[in-house]
């Protein structure tokens, strides 16, 4: 499954690359960090909204439901920004949904074992941004703040809940 899902991620990237408003966003949270890649679909007045794709990697150590928790997986997203001015710059205020398919290595040393899990993350947050040019590119500073549920599990559960992403994203 997750070699079928790598090769779609690395085809859809390619695909994203050479078409006219891609961008790329890193952002880092308290247990891990994301990289997607993205394309801008819409543009109307002073809403942008955007499809992208992209790598998740957690370690989130004992806060989750077990004693260790750490893993990576795949996903994909939409998001939708309402810039303050027509020019489609400075502050904007947006909503994100991201889901990820993620294989969790966990560890419980009170029962002694060490095993993984596969879930379906559905995450939704609020967003807050300032669009800058920077290194002769478009730039935005994100913060977000949401919460991440796990829809599906096969394995043990692991850990969920609310969710702070601070990001910049570059329009290449």
């Known amino acids: 499954m997750y070699r079928r899902l790598s090769s779609t991620l690395l085809l859809t990237t390619l695909l ?3 078409a006219r408003g891609q961008t790329l966003e890193i952002q880092a949270y308290p247990a891990g960090v994301t990289g997607v890649v993205g394309h801008t679909f819409r543009q109307s007045g002073q809403y942008v909204s955007r499809m992208h794709i992209g790598f998740n990697l957690t370690d989130r150590g004992d806060w989750g439901e077990k004693d260790d928790e750490s893993g990576y997986g795949f996903g994909a997203g939409i998001d939708i920004n309402r810039y303050m001015s027509q020019e489609l710059t400075g502050l ?3 909503a994100r949904v ?3 398919s ?3 290595d966990w560890r419980d040393d009170t029962l002694q074992v060490n ?3 596969r879930i379906l993350v559905f995450q939704p947050t609020a ?3 300032y669009s800058f040019d920077g290194l002769g590119k478009r730039m935005d500073a994100t913060l977000g703040l949401g919460v991440e549920r796990n829809i599906a599990t096969h394995g043990e559960d692991v850990g969920q809940g609310a969710i702070l992403l601070a990001g910049l994203r570059l329009k290449l």
Request: charged share 15%.
């Open 16 to 18: 994203c690359l050479s």
């Open 92 to 94: 904007w205020l947006g």
């Open 98 to 100: 991201d889901f990820w």
């Open 102 to 104: 993620m294989l969790i």
């Open 115 to 117: 095993a993984d899990s």
């Open 127 to 129: 967003r807050v941004g």
